[in-house]
């Protein structure tokens, strides 16, 4: 089991955060959220991990870590920079985790024992997250359905117009075997090459889906986070200094 980060983003919401850095780079609880994904990876017992970069790649840590680099971050969505680990994603199960959540390692541990081809993690009780972050959990929201019977996905991504039947939200925590990143292979290189630079994670779920993939759903019942902006890391140093969050990285992993 590998596991590879997709840090290539500058992340602009956070403003002037990421005027000198990456997404990834940015503090939370002293430790850069890169440290926190190194640490839950290794944890869960995953030692090779790979970071994608692009924007200021130059500041992401250089130790323990193979780097990845999407040249095009600035003109692509998060699925080109996925492909940049493609050899990574060919050649053994990998984890693949966004630069900007944080996460325990049990999520990652269930996630590595999942049986389907591509897993994804999600969190059943999001909305209590979202109504911390915002005033409108609608506004940064995806539709989500599983079956009830076999935990399988049956839909993910779209705008949802009310909040009955969002079954969770996706993490930006995933799994790839070998025979799940072919068959990602497959739908990407079905489109049109400015259409697979538009395609962001959870479109490529999508037309995974209606390919008739089956993509396996881990649910967590861990404290996680996810920053986008400002206010989200505010939210998140409060909760960490009443001990209601996860523990931030002692050292670098």
């Known amino acids: 089991m590998r596991g590879v980060i997709l840090a290539a983003g500058r992340g602009s919401r956070l403003k002037s955060l990421t005027v000198d850095r990456p997404k990834a780079m940015v503090?939370?609880?002293?430790?850069?959220?890169?440290?926190?994904q190194r640490a839950a990876l290794r944890r869960a017992g995953i030692?090779?991990?790979?970071?994608?970069?692009?924007?200021?790649a130059e500041c992401l840590p250089r130790d323990g870590l193979a780097?990845?680099?999407?040249?095009?971050?600035?003109?692509?969505?998060?699925?080109?920079?996925?492909?940049?680990?493609?050899?990574?994603?060919?050649?053994?199960?990998?984890?693949?985790?966004?630069?900007?959540i944080v996460y325990g390692a049990d999520v990652v541990a269930a996630l590595a024992r999942a049986a389907e081809p591509?897993?994804?993690?999600?969190?059943?009780?999001?909305?209590?997250?979202?109504?911390?972050r915002g005033e409108d959990p609608l506004a940064d929201a995806e539709t989500f359905?599983?079956?009830?019977?076999t935990g399988r996905l049956l839909d993910i991504g779209a705008r949802p117009v009310a909040l009955d039947g969002i079954e969770g939200q996706y993490m930006g925590l995933l799994k790839f075997t070998p025979d799940g990143?072919?068959?990602?292979?497959?739908?990407?290189?079905?489109?049109?090459?400015?259409?697979?630079?538009r395609l962001d994670m959870t479109g490529l779920l999508r037309r995974l889906l209606a390919d008739g993939c089956a993509i396996g759903t881990v649910p967590t019942r861990e404290v996680w986070g996810e920053v986008d902006t400002p206010a989200d890391l505010a939210l998140y140093h409060a909760l960490l200094a009443r001990g209601a969050f996860l523990p931030p990285p002692a050292q670098a992993a």
């Open 145 to 149: 359905r599983r079956d009830a019977e």
């Open 27 to 36: 503090e939370l609880g002293g430790r850069p959220l890169i440290e926190w």
């Open 118 to 132: 591509i897993a994804i993690a999600y969190d059943p009780d999001w909305l209590s997250l979202w109504r911390r």
């Open 67 to 100: 780097h990845l680099c999407n040249p095009r971050w600035n003109e692509t969505q998060m699925v080109r920079s996925l492909a940049c680990a493609a050899r990574w994603l060919a050649a053994e199960d990998c984890i693949v985790s966004y630069a900007d």
């Open 47 to 56: 030692e090779r991990i790979a970071v994608v970069g692009g924007y200021r």
């Open 181 to 197: 990143w072919r068959a990602a292979c497959r739908t990407i290189d079905a489109l049109p090459a400015d259409a697979a630079d």
